[in-house]
DNA sequence: GGTTTCCACTTGTATATACAACCTAAGACA
DNA sequence: TGTCTTAGGTTGTATATACAAGTGGAAACC
C-alpha cells in the first residue's frame, strides 16, 4: 500500500468512514465554509485527503447528491447544490415562538421530567436497543393561559446528556436541543385521533373534540436525537404549510 | 467466470443494472405482487437470479431502503415497506399516484360536477368577487375499494375553462390542473375535525373515528387556480413529511 | 487564427474479495 | 428439559481494480 499522502482528516470515530465524510462536508456546507456553486474536493483528492477508497469517497459524495446537499456532473466535478427555495414546510417548530409571533403570552407546566428504559416503541423511533434509558418530559403549553399543546418527548442521552438539568418553563427543549444538537433531518407524522382522557383534560377539550397529532422525528449527524408527540385540540389550533413547487415531476 | 444459474431475467436494457434491478422490484410492488411485509429476494439471490455481483445488488436494495420501498435488517433479511396510508406532503399531490405507489389501485366515484356561484367563502378564497361563477367538484377516491378521500374541490373558470368536460376517473383533477395551469404555489392547511354525517358515510367511519382535513390552495401566475379540503379517515391515512433543514435561521 | 486531436481529470458503473455484525435455528451438552 | 455453542445465512462496510463516458484545456496541426 502507498503512504497516504495526507491524513490531518484521519477518521477516528467508530462510525463508518463514509458517514464521517458526509458529516464533515456537510458540517462545512451547514457552517458556511462550503458555500452554494462552490466546488467539493473530487473524489480522488477525498482519496488523498483522508485516506478512504475511491468507492468509499464516491459513496459519501453520491448520498449527499442524493440528499439533495450536492450537484454532480460527470467530467467537471462536485458542487454544493444550490437550495434556494427549498420548501420550508412547517417552519415553525418551537410553539413559544409561534405564539409570540402572535402577539400572545407563551406558559408552560413541566408535569415530568424523567429518565426511564425505553419501551420497544420508543427504543424503536430513537432507533436504541429495547430498554435502554432515555429521558422522558412532559410538558403542556399555554397560549394566553389557554392549553394549546401537550409534549411528550423522549430524548436520548447522548445527544444532551445535561437535558434533565433544564428548566423547561423557560425554555423549550426544542430550543434546548437545537443549541446542543444542531439539527439535520427533521420528519413529521400527522394524524388525527381521540385524545386520551388524561389529555384531553389537560388541553381542556369537550367529549367529541378531535385532536391533532405531530409526530417529530429530529436527527443530528445522522443519529436520532429526538422524537415527540405533539397533541393539539383540532378547535384550537391548525397547522399550514407554505411551499413553492420546483421543477420536479 | 462460473456459469450463471439462472439468466432467466437477464438484463439487456441501455440502462445501469442496478437501476434495471430496481425497477424490477419496485415494479413488483406496484404490481402487488409483492405486499406490504413480504420478504424480497436477498441479495445472493439477486446475483444469482440476475447475474449481478453482490455489491451491484446491494446498491439497488439499499437506494430502494433509502426511498423508503424496503426495510432492512442485517443478519434477517429485507423486506416491503408498509406504507400503508402515509401520504408525502411535499412531493406527491396526487393521490392515485400515491396509490398506485403503495402498489394500491385507485379508483374514484364523480359525485358532483357543476358550475354554481360562488359563496362568500369560496369567492375569499379563490379572491374572486361574490356569486361569481365557479366549478364544483366532489369525488370519492378509494384505495382497494375502500374510501380513502373525499375530494371537494373549487375551480376557478378563467384557468380551466374546459373543468366540466373532464372524465374524473380517469384522471384526477389534479393532473389535469396540473397540465392546463403549471403550478406555482402551493398553501396547506391541516385540521383534526368532526366529519359531517355524509362524509361518514361517504368514508365508511364510525361515529366517534376523527377525520384529517387538508385544505389546499394553489396558485399559477399569481393568480388563485383552485381550493381543495381533502377530507381523510383518521383512523386509515396520516401524513409525513421529511424536510433537510439548511444552514437559515 | 481557427480547427482538430489528444490528454488529463472527473464522475458513473461493475466486479471480486474480505471481514464484521447480526440473527436464527439446529445441535451439543448438562 | 433447559441452556449454551455453533454454523450458516443475512446485511453492512471497505477496498482494489477496471472500464466507460463526459468535460475542458492544451497541444498539434492546417
Redesign the pocket.
Known amino acids: ?2 503512504i497516504a499522502a495526507d491524513k490531518h482528516h484521519a ?1 477516528r470515530s467508530g ?6 465524510v458526509k458529516a464533515l462536508i456537510l458540517e462545512q456546507i451547514q457552517s458556511g465554509e462550503l458555500r452554494a456553486n462552490d466546488r ?8 488523498m485527503h ?10 459519501a ?2 448520498e449527499l ?1 442524493s440528499d439533495g446537499y450536492l450537484v ?7 458542487f454544493v447544490a444550490d437550495l434556494h427555495g427549498r420548501s420550508q414546510i412547517m417552519k415553525v417548530q418551537n410553539i413559544a415562538d409561534e405564539i409570540s409571533r402572535r402577539g400572545h403570552i407563551h406558559s408552560a407546566d413541566v408535569l415530568t421530567l424523567e429518565k426511564i428504559v425505553a419501551g420497544h416503541d420508543v427504543a424503536e423511533r430513537l432507533q436504541l ?1 429495547d430498554e435502554a434509558p432515555v429521558f422522558h418530559s412532559v410538558i403542556v403549553h399555554r397560549e394566553n393561559d389557554q392549553p394549546i399543546q401537550i409534549e411528550d418527548r423522549f430524548v436520548c442521552p447522548a445527544a444532551a446528556p445535561e437535558y434533565l438539568q433544564q428548566d423547561f418553563t423557560d425554555t423549550t427543549p426544542n430550543q434546548y436541543l437545537c443549541e446542543v444538537a444542531p439539527l439535520q433531518t427533521v420528519e413529521h407524522t400527522i394524524r388525527a385521533i381521540i385524545p386520551d382522557s388524561r389529555s384531553r383534560a389537560l388541553l381542556n377539550m369537550s367529549r367529541e373534540e378531535p385532536g391533532l397529532l405531530i409526530r417529530r422525528r429530529t436527527w443530528s449527524d445522522g443519529r436520532p436525537v429526538s422524537t415527540v408527540d405533539l397533541c393539539h385540540p383540532g378547535h384550537r389550533y391548525e397547522l399550514t404549510a407554505n411551499f413553492q413547487s420546483s421543477n420536479e415531476d
Request: hydrophobic share 40%.
Open positions: 500500500m502507498a477518521l462510525l463508518p468512514r463514509y458517514q464521517q467539493v474536493p473530487s473524489e480522488q483528492e477525498l482519496v483522508f485516506g478512504v477508497s475511491r468507492m468509499t469517497a464516491n459513496r459524495l453520491r447528491a454532480r456532473q460527470a467530467g467537471v466535478g462536485t436497543v
